[in-house]
């Protein structure tokens, strides 16, 4: 079962004494399960003597030998993630440490985060906020009032093998450049009197669970890691042009003596040059464009299924391919809205694509 830390009375004063000096502790939200004998375990052995005399059976009990296991300090800190990508002037950018209490009793950690000079230093956020994850990752949604965590005030207590998900934001700085590097280290360190400044194998007498006493096997009662930033640049370009005018007479580039003009009936061929280039990439990359429909006899209609992306033919419906058309209100006004939802997109090697699309001039 688990007891109580024992703590010195005059350190108890203390902190009773001092309102807001921890403003909240937190349990853990995962475990591993008991690490080893839990502390303040009784371990009573006794031996015994069997022998006869004159054919009559004798046993001779021992002295009853009874000690309690100590308890073991021992924390571990490990990034979840190799490296984090991110780009020069982004802010809150998230990395995941799992904090696991390795000892065999339960233990209260202090928390610190500790950004390091290297090609750029990530900044951390100056209200020393960190946030406690829901689930098994770090998300945006973990960013919330609810979730955080103050590193100067709160402090974690978990159970032997207890374990939680640890959100570290960062910024970086603008002037970060692509592949350059940034560290940034948080620090789990028990907070049982003694353990600061303790060495490894170091006994800390009577501050234990059950009041045993406590052994440090890791120096200061603390570990840490770090999480790595690497600054992964991308560029996003979108060229939009009309590359065909088809006015019945002639169908050619728009101003050219080949092309065609500009006039009611003429099917436009308008083109878009998708380019994303560098070490980079990006999520969910889409290609919108609106244009307002006709308005009466006024204005330019919409060919359907015209869309073509790099030689391929696309259909107007969401089924399957890369596009869709769908009419959207934008500013109060009717738009035919064609989408081309690329996902997922890196610029190394270079990414380029062409789509294009047809309006009739009404």
Known sequence: MFGFKRYPVALLAAVLASPGAYAEVFTETGSLGPQGTQAGTVISNQARAEYAISGNPV???SN???????ERIQ???????PSVTVQGGQ??????????????GQERFSLEVLPMATAFTPVFASDNLVYRAVGDS???DDVTASRAFDVEADQLDLASGGTILICV???????AADGEEGLIVLRAKSDTPGADGAGIGDALAG??????DAVVVQANGSDEDEGLYVVSAVDVTVVKSISEVADGFRTGPPNTA??????????????????????GSVDNLRIIDDIPLPSGDSGIAYVPNSVVVDGAAQTDSADGDLTTVTEVTVDGVPHRRITVDFGPTSGDPLFESVITFQFQIQ
Do not use: H, M, W
């Open 64 to 70: 009853l030998d009874t000690f309690s296991v100590d």
């Open 207 to 212: 501050v234990g669970d059950e009041g045993v």
């Open 91 to 104: 802010s809150q950018r998230l990395q995941p440490f799992l904090i696991t209490n390795l000892g065999n």
């Open 258 to 279: 080949d092309g065609g003009r500009f006039i009611p009936d003429a099917i436009v061929t308008y083109r878009l040059d998708v380019t994303v280039a560098g070490s």
């Open 75 to 81: 924390v571990d800190v490990t990034v979840q993630t």
């Open 59 to 61: 046993i001779e009990q």
């Open 169 to 175: 934001p960062a910024d970086i700085p603008a002037d």
């Open 138 to 140: 770090c998300t945006t």
